[in-house]
């Protein structure tokens, strides 16, 4: 903050003490001095150490008034500058969900081909094999409750387009004797000792590893 005192002077000289034989006359004489009030109290103090503006003493040449002003500057307060609404924030868009590990063994996508067929005649049975660890020896495919089984096969031959792929493929033929309606083909796989190969649902059940596909019988 910066401080401004002005003090005004009022200075009366008595010419006849100046003047010896001139008629007595006052003179008055302003004297402005600006500074900090420090300053002018030691300019005040040393008129006074000399002997003058000693106040209302008659016999002091000097005649001193005194008037004091005292502008103070508004203390410049820096604003903060004004907030800007932010936009609200975009809500993060969802995790995308971990996708779920690969099996080490499955059977996948089983197909039926014709899906509807009359009692005595074959369809032609796929499915995909997942077997990272080489633990399936044989596929079996048994349509319905029935003893009507055939193995599948990956070597190119028994219906099989292409060997290696993956695909495995039979042709089962429906009993002579199947009842007209809705069935299933179940296909099983077996490990190498002949026993079926067990596995773990997603809730941490064992169950047989198996494909069921829908299959109809027409009269």
């Keep these: ?26 003179v008055n004489v302003s004297l402005t001095i600006t500074g900090s009030a420090d300053e002018i109290m030691a300019i005040l103090q040393t ?40 936009a609200p924030a975009e809500p993060a868009p969802p995790a995308e969900p971990a996708p779920e590990p690969k099996p080490v063994i499955a059977l996948n996508n089983p197909g039926v081909q014709p899906a509807s067929i009359a009692a005595g005649q ?30 599948l096969h990956d070597n190119g031959t028994n219906g099989d387009t292409t060997a290696g792929d993956g695909i495995w493929t039979a042709k089962l033929t429906a009993p002579a004797d199947a009842a007209p309606g809705p069935s299933e083909i179940t296909i099983t796989a077996y490990d190498a000792n002949g026993s079926i190969i067990q596995t773990l649902t997603k809730d941490q059940r064992v169950v047989p590893l198996n494909a069921k596909v829908p299959v109809a019988v027409t009269k």
Excluded at 47 to 56: I, R, V
Excluded at 57 to 77: F, G, I
Excluded at 140 to 147: E, H
Aim: charged share 20%.
């Design 47 to 86: 008129l006074k150490n000399m002997g003058y503006g000693g106040g209302f003493d008659a016999n002091d040449p000097l005649k001193l008034r005194v008037q004091s002003t005292h502008n103070v500057q508004e203390e410049s307060v820096v604003q903060p500058p004004a907030e800007t609404p932010s």
């Design 122 to 151: 074959p369809v032609l049975v796929t499915v995909e094999v997942i077997d990272q660890k080489n633990e399936i020896d044989t596929l079996a495919a048994t349509f319905g409750n029935t003893k009507a089984t055939a193995d």
């Design 1 to 26: 903050m910066n401080a401004k005192r002005v003090c005004s002077l009022a200075l009366v000289l008595a010419l006849a003490l100046l003047w010896p034989g001139l008629a007595r006359a006052e």
